[in-house]
């Protein structure tokens, strides 16, 4: 079994910071690229940033220069710095991992999400 824990969500005032972090453990085959989505009440999931093996990095529009993505592959662990954060970060935050099973099959793995909730 593989797991994906996410920590690190809370309460925040606006414009104050918080970091997520996400953990992969149990049988990992592979892992590729890794990512933060997130789903603000009453709507849809939405990608926040996604990061390769290789550091490269991709980021949705509304958190480029506010968010950064970075990972350890060593630990099989990526993080998210949360920065000038807004009401409308508020959110459920998912961790994602593309990930091999030992058929070699590639699927994408979710972890069960962390609150964040900024205050005005």
């Known amino acids: 079994q593989v797991q994906l824990v996410e920590s690190g969500g809370g309460l925040v005032q606006a414009g104050g910071s918080l970091r997520l972090s996400c953990a992969a453990s149990?049988?990992?085959?592979?892992?590729?690229?890794m990512g933060w989505y997130r789903q603000p009440p009453g709507k849809q999931r939405e990608l926040v940033a996604t990061?390769?093996?290789?550091?490269?990095?991709n980021y949705a529009d509304f958190v480029k220069g506010r968010f950064t993505i970075s990972r350890d592959n060593a630990k099989n662990t990526v993080y998210l710095q949360m920065n000038s954060l807004k009401p409308e970060d508020t959110a459920v935050y998912y961790c994602?991992?593309?990930?091999?099973?030992?058929?070699?099959?590639?699927?994408?793995?979710w972890g069960r999400g962390t609150q964040v909730t900024v205050s005005s």
């Open positions: 994602s991992a593309h990930m091999q099973n030992y058929a070699g099959t590639w699927y994408v793995h």
């Open positions: 149990g049988s990992i085959v592979n892992i590729n690229a």
């Open positions: 990061i390769t093996t290789g550091g490269s990095t």
